[in-house]
Nanobody
Framework: QVQLQESGPGLVKPSQTLSLTCTVS??????????WSWIRQPPGKGLEWMGA???????YYSPSLKSRTSISRDTSKNQFTLQLSSVTPEDTAVYYC????????????WGQGTQVTVSS
């Protein structure tokens, strides 16, 4: 069974960089043909896909966030990370990591989510 767990600070100050790590167990982040994604949900709003890193290491980003989003991975630790720079209070959200399968792009596994608040 694949499990994903988000970790990182729950409070970030405006203008700083938000950094989260997703630790994956029960499956390798290099296995064909999966994509490892970051998704967030601001309070009272819907889910927003932020970006993903593929099994190959290729990265993909939402156009609205591309300029300040970076996703990377550490295959030796079976982890992938999210960095979101220049944060504002509008970046306050529950952040999820998730796996997407490669044929229909459906999400088959989610992390439990972690609350990140941007505030001074």
């Amino acid at each position: 069974q694949v499990q994903l767990q988000e970790s990182g600070p729950g409070l970030v100050k405006p203008s700083q960089t938000l950094s989260l790590t997703c630790t994956v167990s029960g499956g390798s982040i290099t296995t064909n043909y999966y994509y490892w994604s970051w998704i967030r949900q601001p309070p009272g709003k819907g889910l927003e896909w932020m970006g993903a890193i593929a099994y190959s290491g290729s990265t993909y980003y939402s156009p609205s966030l591309k300029s300040r989003t970076s996703i990377s991975r550490d295959t030796s630790k079976n982890q992938f990370t999210l960095q979101l720079s220049s944060v504002t209070p509008e970046d306050t959200a529950v952040y999820y990591c998730a796996r997407r399968e490669g044929r229909y792009l459906a999400i088959d596994y989610w992390g439990q989510g972690t609350q990140v608040t941007v505030s001074s």
